[in-house]
């Protein structure tokens, strides 16, 4: 595992260029994730109105987005070097017609809507993406309500302070969520208070969500000039209280952060438990060449959290890794007319003796047209975590160690808007 490794890393290594968004915005999972739901920021416009006038504005978005996924994935149950005879080979392919329709409306300075619909073939797929609402009582309290994504947590490794992907272990089919959120600015920072619930309305009978469902958190933003701090804290039936503390700060160009969380049996206070990390983000050679690396440290026994859908995976619940881990991330963007990106991720548990590494790279030689080569691998121990827990399974839902992933994307967007 090690000479191959190094191997992987030093190819990566002599082919650095460009890359200038930061890595804690970026996660290897993100290369097969579905498309963004929320509609794109508007660019600021050089002697337009202001932030603040366009609040006042009536206006009306809608966006349509169209995208085709093909792809082959040779994929072994053994790794190709293991000594058993059958390493249960298999081709899988992957393929996806994808269009969505999203419609926004800010009807004045207080109130805007938003909607996604997104339909896909094949195994025809209507499926509502965000739905909800935001209001603006005197520019002093925010809410937004409806069905949307939101995280909390800055690791792109082990998101174990993001508490709202956190599940019951009764809950083995989760949804997406549902968020009724406060956020009311403070000062240099603000407070946030949100109810959240994954309970399924698209069942023949749904009922409404009973108080078990739904899971209850507050969270402080304090941004002093030093560090950016968060502090929060959530609880759900079934599950531990935990709360959870997050610090980021930037000295000589290298982005610094840590996180650290406590959890604390509700039956028993006795029983508390916890994790912590470090980690840091740098560019080197002016921004041609991102390294992340992390140390994670997690006692907490017996916890879920919910992993969202991608265009290659289903949405599902996941246990979570505990013990002893390491994290390293490089990423390089070689430019050129195809816009070429090459990446590297090595996850690690160290008591386990299991390890995941995933090497890759994109690139556009056309337009609309991105080609996707990536090769994840779980290494180590046969029971290990990455060995139990790859990124996809098979049609019989077994482990695959060992997957080639090419696939090839073909998208494009359009976004017509009028302005009262």
Not at 261 to 277: E, M, Q, R, Y
Not at 313 to 324: K, M, N, Q, T, Y
Request: zero cysteines.
């Amino acid at each position: 595992m090690k000479p191959l490794f190094v191997f992987l890393s030093l190819l990566v290594l002599t082919q650095l260029q460009a890359q200038e968004k930061k890595l804690l915005d970026w996660d290897i999972d993100s290369v097969f994730n579905e498309p963004e739901t929320e509609s794109p920021a508007e660019e600021p416009d050089a002697g337009g109105p202001s932030a603040a006038d366009k609040l006042r504005q009536q206006n009306f978005f809608i966006n349509a987005s169209y995208e085709l996924i093909a792809g082959i994935m040779p994929s072994w149950l053994e790794v190709p070097w293991s000594s058993a005879e059958d390493r249960g080979f298999f081709w899988d392919r992957a393929i996806k017609l994808r269009t969505s329709l999203g419609v926004e409306a800010q009807i004045d300075k207080s109130l805007r809507f938003r909607t996604n619909v997104f339909i896909e073939i094949p195994n025809f797929n209507l499926r509502l993406g965000d739905l909800f609402f935001d209001y603006n009582m005197y520019d002093v309290i925010f809410f937004r309500v409806g069905k949307y994504a939101y995280s909390w947590g800055i690791s792109p490794n082990f998101n174990y302070t993001d508490l709202l992907a956190r599940i019951p272990p009764r809950i083995t089919n989760p949804q997406e969520s549902f968020i009724f959120k406060v956020d009311l600015p403070a000062g240099i920072g603000g407070f946030q208070v949100l109810a959240i619930t994954r309970a399924d309305p698209r069942s023949n009978n749904p009922e409404m969500p009973k108080l078990a469902d739904f899971g209850f958190g507050v969270k402080y933003n304090l941004a002093l000039n030093a560090a950016d701090l968060d502090f929060g804290v959530y609880y759900q039936e079934g599950m531990s209280m935990r709360g959870f503390i997050s610090a980021k700060t930037t000295i000589r160009k290298t982005e610094l952060y840590s996180e650290g969380l406590a959890a604390i049996d509700v039956h028993n206070p006795s029983n508390i438990s916890g994790a912590v990390s470090v980690g840091f983000v740098r560019d080197f050679f002016d921004y041609k060449f991102n390294v992340n690396g992390e140390i994670f440290y997690n006692a907490e026994k017996g916890a879920f959290w919910y992993r969202p859908e991608t265009s290659i995976r289903e949405a599902g619940s996941v246990p979570f890794i505990d013990g002893l881990n390491f994290a390293l991330n490089l990423r390089y963007k070689l430019g050129g007319k195809w816009n070429s990106r090459l990446f590297t991720q090595f996850l690690y548990e160290a008591f386990e003796n299991s390890a995941r590494l995933t090497p890759g790279f994109t690139l556009n030689p056309l337009p609309h047209i991105e080609i996707y080569l990536a090769v994840p691998m779980a290494l180590g121990d046969k029971d290990g975590y990455y060995r139990q827990h790859t990124l996809t399974v098979d049609l019989q839902n077994r482990p695959v160690p060992f997957r080639i992933m090419l696939l090839i994307s073909l998208s494009g967007s359009i976004q017509f808007s009028l302005h009262n």
